[in-house]
């Protein structure tokens, strides 16, 4: 059993910051990339930033300069640090994490959080 769990999400104002973090928990073996998706009402999921098992870092171009995503791979958990948030940000922010368990030898699996909501007033 893995659970994904997210938290952090929450309201601010334009400008302003909030930090995610996304911890993984339970029969994990190896993590290979952590992720941080969103979803805007009436979008699909989007990627908004993925960080390899070696610390290698990918953003979308409208967060690049303003988004930092890293992790701990000792607690199993992902960050995302917001900044200069934006209006266009607000989004529920789900988290990807790439895994094997114990029980499933090489093969890797996504497992998702449930989400957290992200508001951006202006």
């Known amino acids: 059993q893995v659970h994904v769990v997210e938290s952090g999400g929450g309201l601010v104002q334009a400008g302003g910051s909030l930090r995610l973090s996304c911890a993984a928990s339970?029969?994990?073996?190896?993590?290979?990339?952590m992720g941080w998706y969103r979803q805007a009402p009436g979008k699909q999921r989007e990627l908004v930033a993925v960080?390899?098992?070696?610390?290698?870092?990918t953003y979308t171009d409208s967060v690049k300069g303003r988004f930092i995503i890293s992790r701990d791979n000792a607690k199993k958990t992902v960050y995302l640090q917001m900044n200069s948030l934006k209006p266009e940000d607000t989004a529920v922010y789900y988290c990807?994490?790439?895994?094997?368990?114990?029980?499933?030898?090489?093969?890797?699996?996504?497992?998702w959080g449930q989400g957290t909501q992200v508001t951006v007033s202006s």
């Open positions: 990807d994490v790439r895994l094997r368990t114990y029980m499933t030898g090489s093969l890797y699996s996504d497992y």
């Open positions: 339970g029969n994990i073996y190896t993590i290979d990339d």
């Open positions: 960080i390899s098992s070696d610390g290698r870092t």
